[in-house]
């Protein structure tokens, strides 16, 4: 019998892995400056954490989780995402408590249920932050500056930094109705899903990957044509501060996130060189998920990178792997164990120390030192 990894899983060996480590070590770096602390979280939680936060008629909770039952009975799912497993976190544990703004990082393996592609894996890696406490837009400036700090300091270049606002609870319910207002005549193209998200949630149509979905909410009104004064406002200082750290961004009015939880802000950065999977990093604010969660209410804003998606895009070296600082070779059974414990003491002070313990090779090799 032959065993292969999964269907859109995949092992990353050595020397692909130098990449990945030293991408890790470039985030960690700069988040350490911008003040983010590390968490670690489970790859599983509750199914009902991933359906309230990121709702119930979107694409990743109808069709990609990983859901299935423990042997206690209970419904547990691979976290599809990183936010909505982080807020749970955060409010079991009253992190609210520490002062403003509370910064977190995390970096791990996601899992969704979906067609394999290029840079689309059904277990793929994400390094995310998450900023608590408040909704200045000057964090949310600071935020998206820090994620083109470390895309660039990794040695990504021509990047899209693409932002919009999808307001509020104020003003959603004023778009929410444009929105089904346009679509009513188109209803009968929509697939099944669509069909009913129309009574259920209309926003979520947005981001149907169904061709025929796509097509007819073409011309949709974009959400940044009803946002609320207070949404209004704290876009354009989003958008000055993002001048004043000269961060090169662009509006796109059509940039729709598939979750529920985004509120005001959202953003994503795009690479031209990976085809149509074009998205690196994406992002926004969720000021309501933590008094959802049971929290006190909790503005909140934070992104993801996909590595997967950057990975490709760095250009490695081809140097061939770094070989031992030193190499040693008994030539008999006696010498040999002088040489383990040479060795141990030599890699005790730092260097890189092979021993060949195959007498026999050494002597033939007549390699000395
Ligand atoms: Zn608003
Ligand atoms: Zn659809």
């Known amino acids: 019998m032959k065993y292969k990894t999964l269907k859109g899983l995949q092992d990353i060996l050595p020397p692909d892995i130098s990449v990945w480590q030293q991408i890790e070590s ?12 590390e968490i670690r979280l489970p ?3 509750s199914t009902d954490v991933f359906i309230r936060s990121i709702g119930e008629t979107s694409d990743i909770v109808e069709k ?18 990183g936010t909505a497993a982080f807020v749970r976190a955060y409010v079991e544990h009253h992190l609210f408590n520490n002062p403003p703004p509370q910064k977190f990082y995390y970096m791990g393996p996601m899992f969704r249920y979906e067609r394999p592609q290029a840079f689309r894996y059904r277990q793929f890696y994400q390094i995310g ?3 608590m406490g408040t909704d200045d837009p000057r964090l949310d400036a600071e935020i998206i500056s820090m994620l083109s700090a470390i895309l660039s300091t990794i040695g990504l270049e021509g990047l899209n930094f693409e ?19 346009f679509l009513k005549d188109k209803i009968e193209d929509f697939c099944s899903d669509c069909e009913r998200r129309y ?3 209309p926003l979520r149509i947005l981001d149907c990957k169904v061709p025929a979905c796509i097509q007819s909410r073409e011309g949709s009104p974009p959400v940044i044509d009803y946002l609320c004064s207070e949404c209004t406002e704290h876009f354009n200082s989003l958008k000055e501060n993002l001048d004043l750290l000269k961060v090169p961004h662009s509006i796109n ?4 996130r598939g979750l529920d939880y985004y509120t005001k802000t959202a953003f994503e950065v795009s690479s031209e060189s990976l085809g149509s999977q074009k998205a690196v990093a994406a992002g926004g604010r969720y000021d309501s998920m933590v008094k959802e969660f049971g929290g006190p209410p909790t503005p909140g ?11 490709p895009l760095i250009n490695t070296s081809d140097d061939a792997p770094e070989g031992p600082d030193l190499f040693i070779c008994p030539l008999d059974d006696k010498a040999s164990e002088k040489a383990v414990l040479i060795t141990e003491e030599l890699r005790n002070h730092g260097l890189r120390v092979e021993i060949n313990f195959d007498t026999a090779v050494c002597e033939q090799d007549t390699l000395y030192l």
Do not use: H, W
């Open 26 to 37: 470039t985030a960690r770096e700069i988040f350490r400056t911008y003040g983010y602390q």
């Open 163 to 181: 932002i919009t606002s999808i307001g509020c609870k104020e003003c959603r319910p004023d778009y929410i109705a444009a929105l089904k207002a």
């Open 253 to 256: 009015p059509n940039l729709v």
């Open 129 to 131: 932050a998450e900023a």
């Open 64 to 81: 990609e989780m990983y859901t299935f039952l423990d042997k206690g009975g209970r419904s547990i799912t691979l976290r599809p995402e």
């Open 43 to 45: 790859i599983m939680e």
């Open 301 to 311: 804003i934070g992104f993801a990178i996909g590595m997967e998606r950057i990975v």
């Open 199 to 201: 009574k259920l949630n």
